[in-house]
Each structure stands twice: as structure tokens, then as C-alpha cells.
């Protein structure tokens, strides 16, 4: 099976030959700061540096180049209907999509044709959109004080995403598409069910019924502890999510009995890579009974952190293919 046959199939229930060994998210900074003065050499990609199935994020932002940057992070670009008509006429909603994206895609092309290279396509979701814009205070606020304008948002950003997804789809082969959302936190969702349905809803139906034909799996992208929002997303037509944090209380295994349809992508416990080969083993073990029954993608349940020695991620490594090809359903 090449890379991309290996992904589709361990995400869809189906027979594969071995999991994929993926990084999904890339290292932090200092991790790498601390790597090379551990003897990595400076490469522009490491994926295929240390052995792994070959990812690529294609990050597509509705943003246009020279947009106004908040002064501190989760202050507001809009607060009003007048701020978002002038930002959208100036600033949003490029046209055509994101040049530099779409240029690494066209250079991978012979590459991901073969199925050699992951794609994964993503763009900011329903909640994700609105905070953008809003602000991350203001934001809760806007569900209450500027319910017209939050649906316009969405609205716009829904056609938005069909357009730029369209085009893609249409130049290159993909893995899955991403909604980014980051709508949880360490105890649960940030909004209740009743808000969800109502700003969020109905777009993620005509998301997932435009994208539904194409055969890919569609993921949600959000942090903290979401067990609670699989019915959520599972009524709106979404296949599954990422990271799954182990310190947000979220459990694979638990996911797995209680959803057993639900994909998941992620989930290894970050926080044990730097204990030794007897932790790392303790939490593949965790997981082994989940990555034999399919549907189910592991990876570090966000980037590596910088406690990690290189040795500590070369001995990580091993036992990721190590227990991949245990997870071997044919």
C-alpha cells in the first residue's frame, strides 16, 4: 500500500498492511532549538528525515496580505457590521486561493498522484471563523449582541470554503479536510448544544453535504476535552476530529466504546515521550486495542514538546513502526 492508500484505509474500517506513522502537527520551535544542539541537522521538512509517511498542511487563510494585526492577541478586527463590510471589501476572502499553497501543491503533484505524500486541507470552521474576527471575548458576546452579523460570517466563510476546497480538489489528492474549530476546552465546549445548532448547524450540513461525495474523511480540529460534542458533530454529517489531549481527560479507548463509528486522528500522550521506553510502551499498549480495530490514526496528541530529547523522539520512533505494524489488519 502506498502512504495515502494506508491513510484512507485505517480511517475507513478497511484492511491495511501497517498504520501510518505521521506527525500530524509539526514540532514546536524550541523543540527543534533543542534538537539541533542535539545533532539535527537544519532541514527545511523532517518528515521524511526521520523515516515518517510524508504530511503536508495546506493552511488556506481568508485573509489578503497587508490585513490590519490586533495588538495583542484575541482583540477584535470587527465589532460591528460597518467594520466587517469594510474588512471584507478590503481584506477577506482571497481571490483566487492562497498563491504560496497552491504552488507547494503543484510541485507535489507527481508525488501525491503516486499517493507518496499526504495531503490534508484546512480551513477555519464555524466557531473558529467568527472569534477570528470578533475576538475571543467579544466573540461569546457576538452569539447574543450580533446574531445577523455571526450568521453573515458564516455564510460568507461557507462559500468560501467551497470555492478554494473545489479548486483544490480538483488540482491534487487529498487525505482528509480539516475544520478548524478549537472549540473546547479542559472541561468540555465553550457554547452549549442550543448555540451550536443554531450558528453552527447549518453549515457544517451544507459543508458535509457539498464534500460527502468526494469520499474524504471530514474532521473537526479542536482542543481540550470534546467527547460531549460527538453527537454534535456526528449529526451534522462530520467523520471524526484531532488532536484528542490526553491532559484534557479525553480517552480513545472510551471514545472508541462509546462512539465506534467516530474517527480519530492523534490522541498519543505527549507527556510520556520523555520517561523512558517502559512509559512510551504503557501508552502504545493503551492504544494498540483501538489502532487493530481501524478508524483510528495515532499520532502525538499535539506537537512534541521541547522536554523530549532527540534520542527520546528516535526511541518514540521505533515503537510507533513497532506497533504500527502489530495494528497490521492484512
Request: a neutral charge; hydrophobic letters at 40%; glycine letters at 6%.
Amino acid at each position: 500500500m502506498n502512504s495515502l492508500q494506508r491513510f484512507k484505509a485505517a480511517l475507513n474500517f478497511q484492511p491495511v498492511d501497517r498504520l501510518p506513522v505521521i506527525e500530524w502537527a509539526p514540532w514546536w520551535d524550541k523543540t527543534i532549538e533543542r534538537w539541533r544542539t542535539e545533532g539535527l541537522p537544519v532541514l527545511e521538512s523532517y518528515e521524511e528525515y526521520f523515516g515518517l509517511d510524508p504530511l503536508y498542511w495546506c493552511r488556506f487563510s481568508e485573509k489578503k496580505p497587508g490585513i490590519p494585526t490586533p495588538a495583542y492577541h484575541g482583540a477584535a478586527l470587527v465589532r460591528n457590521e460597518a467594520d466587517y463590510d469594510k474588512l471584507r471589501r478590503d481584506f477577506l476572502y482571497t481571490e483566487p486561493a492562497d498563491q504560496e499553497n497552491l504552488a507547494t501543491l503543484k510541485k507535489l503533484k507527481g508525488r501525491t498522484a503516486k499517493g507518496e505524500v499526504l495531503i490534508s486541507v484546512a480551513v477555519a470552521g464555524f466557531f473558529y471563523w467568527p472569534r477570528a474576527l470578533f475576538g475571543i471575548e467579544p466573540h461569546f458576546f457576538a452569539f447574543y449582541d450580533h446574531a445577523p452579523l455571526m450568521h453573515r460570517m458564516n455564510a460568507d466563510q461557507m462559500r468560501y470554503i467551497e470555492k478554494t476546497l473545489d479548486y483544490v480538489l480538483g488540482m491534487t489528492d487529498v487525505a482528509m479536510i480539516v475544520l478548524n474549530e478549537d472549540l473546547s476546552y479542559n472541561h468540555g465546549p465553550m457554547i452549549s448544544k442550543d448555540l451550536f445548532d443554531e450558528f453552527m448547524a447549518p453549515y457544517y450540513r451544507e459543508f458535509t453535504a457539498m464534500f460527502r461525495k468526494r469520499g474524504l474523511p471530514l474532521i473537526v480540529d479542536t482542543d481540550g476535552l470534546m467527547e460531549e460534542m460527538i453527537p454534535w458533530f456526528t449529526e451534522v454529517g462530520m467523520d471524526g476530529c484531532l488532536p484528542i489531549e490526553r491532559q484534557a481527560a479525553n480517552d480513545i479507548p472510551r471514545m472508541r466504546r462509546n462512539h465506534p463509528a467516530w474517527r480519530m486522528v492523534g490522541g498519543f500522550d505527549k507527556m510520556v515521550m520523555h520517561k523512558g521506553e517502559a512509559a512510551m510502551r504503557r501508552e502504545f499498549e493503551r492504544l494498540l486495542p483501538v489502532m487493530k480495530g481501524g478508524g483510528y490514526v495515532l499520532g502525538v496528541d499535539h506537537q512534541t514538546p521541547p522536554e523530549v530529547s532527540l534520542n527520546d523522539y528516535r526511541l518514540y520512533l521505533k515503537l510507533f513502526n513497532e506497533y504500527a505494524r502489530r495494528a497490521a489488519t492484512r
